[in-house]
């Protein structure tokens, strides 16, 4: 079972950013697709953006297109969610999650972030938005 740190979640106001990092404990991702995923209370997880393990196709949630961008550091072993425009709807416990990759991998799916994609999850940082 792979294991991750993931970090960076906070207490927000409406309109203001978070970055959010997830690092591996032990491993590389270079050949790993990783997914963000988000759990509000009383709801199911679900899907906010992949990137494939190339770096180069990434895949959004309508919810967040044009405030969210996924970005991976190859140098730092590391993938982060910027999230910019945070609305008190992106209120939830953030998870990231990998899935490996060597060419076609999840992010390039039909349903690029569906949750049984993916076989290791992260713990969760828990983002608050709100005034």
């Known amino acids: 079972q792979l294991q991750f740190v993931e970090s960076g979640g906070g207490l927000v106001q409406p309109g203001g950013s978070l970055r959010l990092s997830c690092e591996p404990s032990g491993f590389t991702l270079d050949f790993y697709a990783i997914g963000w995923f988000r759990q509000a209370p009383g709801k199911e997880r679900e899907g906010v953006s992949c990137i494939a393990a190339s770096g180069d196709f990434t895949n959004y949630a309508d919810s967040v297109k044009g405030r969210f961008t996924i970005s991976r550091d190859t140098a730092k072993n590391a993938v982060y969610l910027q999230m910019n425009s945070l609305k008190a709807e992106d209120t939830a416990v953030y998870y990231c999650?990998?899935?490996?990759?060597?060419?076609?991998?999840?992010?390039?799916?039909?349903?690029?972030?569906?949750?049984?994609?993916?076989?290791?999850w992260g713990q969760g940082t828990q983002v608050t938005v709100s005034t």
């Open positions: 999650a990998a899935e490996q990759d060597y060419g076609l991998g999840p992010c390039f799916h039909s349903a690029p972030l569906a949750v049984g994609l993916y076989s290791s």
